[in-house]
């Protein structure tokens, strides 16, 4: 039986999705380079490096460079998420949390940001969360399984006792890796390897989730 979930954060919780867009997109027009919302999507869910290793694509920088416009993008992403509220939860998202404290389900964040501690404070979930597992938490970012599995850990709990919820595909993958059940939020050619998909939390209830996942295994 499910014990527990572990949410991804950004484009699950809240849109901070956007605001990464916006920070990488900042560093792209300053470094020169060409860089929209559809390179954006491939990377969804990648760690900070890894990201900027794909935006720079075949453009060879040094480690220095490399460290320098982390920094510089972060800067950005943290002026952006300065005024976050309680409002910037996603539709569902505290309704959902709600219905899993009742149901005594345990809750964490699997996230690969390093923001993910102060993205929760903001939005006021922080108290409500069993445990977070964040970009520090782990070395290998998703699509390995680490962070998924190192959240489990802290919420003692084994891999097939817990469902994933993720935005990414390569946060899909992660779950699915990690032996854990994988609920799938947007388009399905980007989420669609996960056993359930929906648009998003809206409107999403626990005991119709689990009927979901049941019948996904038939
Ligand atoms: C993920 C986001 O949650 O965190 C990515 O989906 C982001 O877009 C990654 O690059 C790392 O975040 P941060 O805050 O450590 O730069
Ligand atoms: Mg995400």
């Known amino acids: 039986p499910l014990r527990g979930v572990i949410f991804d954060l950004d484009g699950v919780l809240t849109d901070t999705s956007e605001y990464h867009y916006l920070a990488w997109k900042q560093l792209a027009d300053e470094i020169g380079i060409a860089f929209d919302r559809q390179a954006n999507e491939q990377m969804r ?7 900027l290793l794909h935006m720079l694509g ?10 320098e416009m982390m920094v510089r993008k972060n800067s950005y992403y943290e002026q952006l998420i ?21 149901a ?11 923001n993910a501690r102060l993205v929760c404070q903001r939005l006021g979930i922080a108290e409500r969360l069993n445990a977070i597992a964040d970009g520090y938490s782990v070395e290998h970012h998703k699509p390995a ?5 190192y959240a489990a850990g802290q919420l003692g709990l084994q891999p097939h006792e817990c469902l994933v919820v993720e935005d990414a595909g390569s946060g899909v993958a992660a779950g699915l890796s990690a032996g854990m059940w994988v609920l799938g939020l947007g388009p399905v050619e980007r989420i669609g390897n996960a056993h359930i998909v929906h648009d998003n939390l809206a409107g999403l209830e626990w005991q119709q989730l689990l009927i979901e996942l049941e019948q996904s295994q038939m």
């Open 45 to 51: 869910g990648l760690s900070r490096r890894d990201s």
């Open 104 to 114: 005594d389900i345990k809750v964490a964040i699997g996230s690969s940001s390093k």
């Open 145 to 149: 399984p680490d962070v998924f599995l």
């Open 82 to 102: 300065q005024n976050l509220t309680p409002a910037d939860l996603l539709p569902g998202a505290l309704a959902l949390l709600d219905e899993l404290q009742a």
């Open 58 to 67: 075949d453009c060879a920088v040094s480690e220095a460079e490399l460290q």
